[in-house]
């Protein structure tokens, strides 16, 4: 599964994964932001922006071509819009969306590629999303694994009796009656294990001058590319 | 001196379903009891009432202290509970925080918790999967993982639920083993008469909600022909 190996990317070590999980995502959402408000026009901007990210996939010491590759995944849902966008006429700004959508997502990979999950949920925890959202992250993250070996043996249970499995609306209800079920035993562990709302942290969170200065370094270089480009 | 003292316990479920009818029972400390009877028999309802995460009518004793909602913290740090499927019981992502998960809740910091819980994977023989994720582990492992998380909050009792099921015989065997070396008191929730013997001095026959009977593995055995219909 996808999400094992960036797992175990995240636990690595390099000056990447030593900043403060606040300072990459700071520095994200600044990326964000400036590629999404970046003209279709300046593709100088764009080669710049994968320049950048070049740069971090090289300094977090992460395998390039699987990273990219992983990337990728976001491609088939914005080329839908970028081919309509190109029958429409204007193939400078179907380009632009494929762009845009493959660099942001490149970008986030790389942010969960570096930080361990418990890190980034605290991060987020503190951008201020919900903690019950961030809850559900960290058990979806955890169990699709789960789920999609418990899918597996419906699948093959309904095999060894000759039918063939399809999505049926019957399978997914015992799918999902199946996963609420092991939702409340999970509940029940965490509760007799002292569990009391916040998930704890096993690494110290303390925002040094190192992170103040990864952040405004990164900042300042995207809103530059955004500026000048 | 007894660590656990029930007395009068009823539970009903939401359903309306009476799943404890007036239990009576005592624990001492260091001793090791099993619990026997068919499913649904109200066993895991009963230890689930021992760590306050179901609430019925009666008493609760744990250690002197009587269960209430101002002790519930005290009490779940004193009886350590081994789910049935270690996958539920799992949920960090790597076995090490997992482990550690429990004492740092408990308000121990992060660097000693982090110790407390290498040391509990040694005792369990589980050093080398510290960074691995639960899910890489094989059934024994995440049993064994399971019961670290539990021991390392330094309960005075431990209570297994089915602890074998889905055991190889080694790893059944280590499980007794380990077991075996643990000073704590237990209680075993089994069908399992063999690995029962092999550790519990005491059992108890659960029917219908209600203790139908007490005395050692074998006798009980014999006396609901447990052995027999459990393993023929």
Redesign the interface.
Known sequence: MHH?VI?RWS?ESSPLHARDARAKLGALVVFLIAVSTTPPRSQLAFLAYAALLAIAILIARLPAAALIRRALIVLPFSATFALITWLGGNPMRALALGEKSYLSGLAALLLVSTT???DLLRGLESFAVPRPLCLVIQ?IY??L??ISEQAQHMRLAARSRGASFRASAGALAVLFARSWQ?AD??Y?????????GR??????TRFRAADAAFLLASAAASIAIRIAL | MNVVEVRGLRYRYPDGTQALEGIDFQLASAECVALFGANGSGKTTFV?HL?G?LSGEGSIEICGLALQRDTL?QI??KV??V?Q?S???L????VL?DV???P???GVG?EE??ARAAKMLERVSMSAAV?K?P??LSSGEKRRAAIA??LA?NPEIVVLDEPTTSLDPPGRRDLIGLLRALPQAKILVTHDVEFAASLATRAVFFERGRIAGEGSVDEIARRFNWRSRAEE
Do not use: C, K, W
Request: zero cysteines.
């Open positions: 094992v797992e636990r361990p999950l418990p058990f955890r169990y694994f789960v092991r035993n999970i029940q562990a965490m509760l007799a294990r002292g569990f009391r998930f704890p942290s096993f690494t110290a | 689930l760590n995460l913290e779940r740090a350590g509970l789910f499927d996958d539920e019981q949920f960090m992502p790597t925080e550690a998960f429990g740092r809740n408990q992060a918790a982090i960074r994720a899910y890489h998380g539990v909050m």
